[in-house]
């Protein structure tokens, strides 16, 4: 299932008001952590998978990458990206991340922000990512972490005065479509376990760099009240691969 939620009027003027869409990625509580294992974008030529309003295309410009391509399956994400872009090196592509066909070997960087939760199979967009970079390059991405979406609910458990009590898992190795809610719409997501993202590189021929399940920042913590609460439980998942050179026998 290839969904399009933003492109619906009220899920994306929803979603227009969020801290992130009005103010970028500063106001992304796990920008600090993936900016810090991005590898040098100076000179390279980047694909942004899910690239929504392509704050992460200009952030790769504004590191002096050759070129950048912002693919997203919604116009309208497409139509703010290109009203907030004046960067002719800058493209966007409106596409299904899983129909990708780029050329062997186009890209040195391949990054994804928050979009591979909404793609049915991750094995098969691993295998498209791993023909289109280049040797040594780098595949960087985050993920809803799987802690936060084994449950259909996805919200906490809360008390009989509405206190958060814990953070409940759920159904854990049960793989597969969930049917939640974001921004009060009905929404699919795909769960799969942290092992499974990690061997579906390894399978598509990655090495695995790094793994990070952020917590906000201190200076978040103390700016942002309800943030303390994010502490509590992993929301995300980044991992860092890179295509390497492969031996010969």
């Known amino acids: 299932m290839k969904q399009n939620k933003y492109d619906d009027p009220d899920f994306f003027s929803a979603y227009d008001k969020m801290p992130r869409s009005v103010r970028g ?3 992304a509580g796990e920008w600090h952590v993936l900016k810090a294992i991005l590898p040098d974008l100076r000179n390279k030529n980047v694909l942004d998978l899910g690239c929504g309003y392509g704050w992460h295309c200009r952030y ?3 590191q002096q990458a050759s070129s950048v391509i912002g693919v997203d399956i919604s116009e309208k994400m497409l139509q ?3 009203e907030m872009t004046d960067d002719p090196l800058i493209s966007y592509v409106q ?3 899983e129909d990708i066909d780029f050329s062997e070997a186009q890209f040195d960087v391949v990054i994804s ?3 591979f939760h909404y793609v049915e199979s991750f094995e098969s967009v691993c295998k498209k990512v791993y023909k289109c970079l280049k040797t040594d390059g780098a595949f960087v991405f985050s993920v809803e972490h799987p802690i936060f979406t084994s449950r ?3 919200d906490w458990y809360y008390d009989s005065e509405g206190k958060r009590v814990h953070w409940p898992v759920d159904h854990y190795q049960a793989e597969g479509l969930r049917e939640t809610s974001f921004l009060t719409e009905h929404v699919i997501k795909y769960h799969r376990t ?3 993202y990690m061997n579906d590189l390894i399978h598509a021929g990655f090495s695995i760099k790094a793994v990070k399940e952020p917590a906000p920042s201190a200076e978040m913590l103390e700016t942002i009240p309800e943030m303390k609460d ?3 439980r992993p929301m995300f998942l980044m991992i860092s691969a890179a295509k390497e050179r492969q031996e010969k026998a």
């Open 25 to 27: 990625l500063e106001a």
């Open 60 to 62: 790769a410009r504004e």
């Open 80 to 82: 703010k990206a290109r």
């Open 95 to 97: 596409m299904p991340i």
């Open 113 to 115: 922000s928050l979009a």
């Open 152 to 154: 259909n609910e996805q």
């Open 194 to 196: 942290i092992s499974t």
């Open 230 to 232: 994010e502490t509590r």
